[in-house]
């Protein structure tokens, strides 16, 4: 029986080695509020991209909510939808140059 489990646990794909990060900018301006999933990211930026990268993902689809308050006034929201070993750009400023 042992056997026959090992055997079958041994088939199957190593999630941890199929795990990769998603790594994304969003360009805004420098004066504009972000959250990501509800919480604010507090960092502040130097020039108008912001860097994240997620954890180890497994083959999936995933996404986060975005939400960001102009210094006009006027808030966004926005998904964002990616897979694991993407590399994705957002250009979400109100007056793109």
């Known amino acids: 029986m042992l056997t026959a489990t090992l055997l ?3 088939s199957l794909p190593n999630q941890a ?3 990769r990060q998603t790594h994304f900018t969003i360009v805004l301006e420098e004066d504009a509020v972000l959250y990501i999933d509800g919480k604010k990211m507090t960092k502040k930026p130097k020039g108008p991209d912001r860097h994240f990268t997620t954890p ?8 986060y909510s975005c939400r960001i308050e102009y210094a006009s006034g006027r808030s966004v929201t926005r998904r964002i939808t990616f897979r694991p070993g993407q590399k994705l750009r957002f250009d979400w400023r109100e007056k793109k140059r």
């Open 8 to 10: 079958i646990l041994a």
């Open 17 to 19: 080695a199929l795990a």
């Open 56 to 63: 180890f993902l497994v083959n999936n689809e995933y996404f």
